[in-house]
């Protein structure tokens, strides 16, 4: 390989894990979302643009802005933008819940690939794919760009960001130079930050394990990031991407193990070999992940839920076919399958 090729994800994760993801997602994953651009109004396009002067004989009547036209006594017309160009919007929790991982991937390498797969899904002529990803050191930014190389610069960010390991022990010093853990912008100031660049309709896709600030209690008031994810909702098709572990739903019996909170860093030592405690543990994490599901769908977002031990690109097809079949059914049926 020359030094002028254009790099790929085996260039920017030579971890195996992570050396066939871009053959994987292309081969798989292409072709899947080809035609399903539709305006909502008929003619070019139906997001508003804006308002220009009146050209006679080349605009027609019908898109007169009578408002803009009152109000300067000068013929303007609307300008809208075509449907089929798509802006893509990705937030992404990289805060130090999402480093956990006890199968083939951890949570944060799970979410490089379903960011990998939304960029090449959405990838098209005039398509635009923007980020803003969740750090312990406050939230990066990431300009909505098109092309390939936009969406390998944006892979690249998030298999280099600094982990909490690196940052408790930036200079190897062990124990004595270790810091604590800073506590970054939650789920819920990220989404109040997209929400102010999403400012044209487009697509949302907001990928995280959402256990930011989820209450103990299921019957207790949602958690702060749900208004947020409501407000976004009403304008965009969000999409949440759920990512998550086997070993957070259930605990193996491996007799004495020591549990760390990966946003805190306490310790605690648990004996596995207790089956009380672990039907407790399931049933618990069963009730926060129907927790999640049901947040999300109050909130109007589309949930799709991929786990670090599960083949994730089958699960991305399988959801988008889903969502294709859906978009077939009537409204009125929909409206009682819910």
């Not at 960011?115 to 312990?136: S, Y």
């Not at 969406?151 to 200079?171: C, E």
């Not at 604590?180 to 990928?207: E, N």
Request: proline share 7%; net charge neutral; hydrophobic share 40%.
């Amino acid at each position: 390989m020359t030094g002028a090729a254009e790099p790929g994800l085996t260039d920017l994760a030579p971890d195996q894990r992570l050396r066939r993801l871009e053959l994987t997602v292309t081969r798989r994953l292409d072709g899947l979302l080809h035609g399903r651009y539709r305006g909502l109004l008929p003619g070019p396009g139906s997001e508003a643009a804006g308002s220009r002067e009146y050209r006679p004989g080349e605009d027609e009547v019908r898109r007169m802005d009578w408002a803009v036209t009152a109000r300067t006594t000068v013929p303007h017309v609307r300008q809208v933008d075509a449907d089929r160009e798509l802006t893509t919007w990705l937030l992404v929790d990289a805060s130090p819940s999402m480093e956990y991982g006890t199968s083939t991937l951890d949570k944060r390498e799970l979410a490089v690939a379903a960011v990998a797969a939304i960029g090449f899904l959405t990838a098209g002529v005039g398509n635009r794919l923007g980020a803003q990803v969740l750090t312990p050191d406050g939230l990066r930014r990431f300009p909505a760009r098109s092309g390939r190389t936009h969406l390998l610069g944006l892979l690249r960010a998030l298999l280099g960001a600094p982990r909490t390991d690196d940052r408790r022990d930036p200079d190897g010093a062990g124990a004595a130079g270790a810091r604590p853990p800073a506590a970054g912008p939650g789920l819920a100031d990220g989404l109040d930050g997209l929400q102010r660049v999403a400012t044209r309709r487009g697509l949302v896709v907001i990928v995280s394990d959402f256990l930011d600030e989820l209450p103990d209690d299921p019957d207790a008031a949602p958690p702060p990031w749900a208004a947020a994810l409501r407000r976004l909702a009403v304008r965009h098709q969000v999409l949440a991407v759920e990512v998550t572990d086997p070993r957070e739903l259930e605990l193996p019996d491996v007799g004495l193990i020591t549990l760390v909170d990966p946003e805190s860093g306490r310790h605690r030592e648990v004996w596995t070999g207790d089956p009380d405690l672990r039907e407790r543990y399931a049933r618990a994490a069963a009730e926060q992940r129907e927790q999640v599901r049901h947040t999300l769908r109050r909130a109007g977002a589309t949930h799709m839920a991929l786990r670090t031990d599960r083949d994730w690109c089958a699960d991305v097809v399988r959801h988008v076919h889903e969502q294709r079949r859906l978009a077939t059914v009537p409204a009125a049926a929909r409206g009682g399958v819910a």
